[in-house]
């Protein structure tokens, strides 16, 4: 484990850099502009060469009894669960940056239908399929193809109605992919959690 | 579809009686001791003999395009997504009955950091369970018992977690557990959801 930062900071957020959770929080932050130290667990990544497993350690276990990433903490709290997170922050720093968590209580309940609809449909289509084309391998493992061909169907369906609901706002699935792609909240995370990947010209 | 009231309600549940997600609703708007219509849907249970998928209709799909219940409607929503929608609810009604959603912040973070625990923890672990021991015989299936053991070992798991997170508040899981089931809200659910297995001798 180790510190981006050298000045104390507001909060500390750990996980792993490839950790599609520790991500969801990150970008969360980035998007508030709040100063993190991110400090690295090592969940046990061949790819990476690193073979421990400091998520089922004791002195992990102490702050996330479950032994995943990520764990936050700042002055008021240790916590886990991602989606809990950004609710945290969201609501804490709700006048600092964009107003993540809507603005009334009509759109904060349509936040929290849209996380859920992503925690209980996207994530499970999806996560088959970036399981067995993507970690797999990571993990040393070979990935199951038959797996792949049902998950993105059933991340079809998901789209579709993303699609429908998107038209209603934005112009479809694929600019909306493409805007939050592209903020700079992610690319900011994505240069940090995966600097091989992306290469910054400008760092 | 049908409706328990005649006279017009604060609000509309669809669901079906033996859905876990319509019951998590029910019992959040029976803790708010909030008058509701509860709207059959006819989600298909053989053992129920009821054979639509009225959740698969288009006037359904027009509310939710998931197809999966609760739906849940309110003067101000059309909603769903289980969680979310209790999250509604206690906020909305935060001054009518118990603080649900805690009466700080710290206390509104650890309510969704639990909500998430449940969502991303004990649901995944002891719904293949519920299911194969339950559910797929109401479906005219059966139930594949290899599923069931290690569902209950992850089951176990999340529970240890319970119990040591539950000595510092409440005397461990079993006291914990008695005490939820024995709340007023959630037995005059059991009533109106399962009349037939939970006969009331006062009705």
Chains 1, 2 share one sequence.
């Not at 930062?5 to 980035?30: D, E, F, W």
């Not at 964009?98 to 925690?119: A, F, I």
């Not at 996560?127 to 993105?152: C, M, Q």
């Amino acid at each position: 484990m180790y510190s981006h930062h050298s000045k104390p900071p507001q909060c500390r957020l750990y996980g792993a850099p490839y950790s599609i959770s520790t991500s969801r929080v990150a970008v969360v932050l980035n998007e508030k502009n709040i100063e993190y130290e991110w400090r690295i667990v090592d969940t046990g990544n061949r790819g990476l060469r690193i073979l421990r497993s400091e998520h089922k350690e004791p002195r992990y276990l102490a702050l996330n009894p479950f032994g995943k990433t990520p764990l936050f903490q700042d002055h008021e709290v240790t916590m886990y669960e991602s989606r809990a997170v950004i609710r945290h922050i969201a609501r804490k720093h709700d006048e600092h940056g964009p107003h993540l968590y809507g603005t009334n209580e009509k759109e904060r309940t349509m936040v929290d239908q849209w996380l859920e609809v992503e925690s209980q449909n996207f994530n499970p289509a999806i996560a088959p399929a970036v399981y067995h084309l993507v970690f797999a391998a990571w993990f040393g493992k070979i990935g199951d193809v038959r797996v792949v061909n049902p998950s993105i169907a059933r991340l079809e369906k998901v789209l579709d109605v993303y699609e429908s609901q998107l038209m209603k706002t934005k112009p479809h699935v694929q600019s909306w992919w493409t805007s939050i792609f592209n903020r700079p909240s992610w690319m900011s995370h994505l240069l940090k959690a995966y600097p091989k990947i992306y290469f910054n010209p400008h760092a």
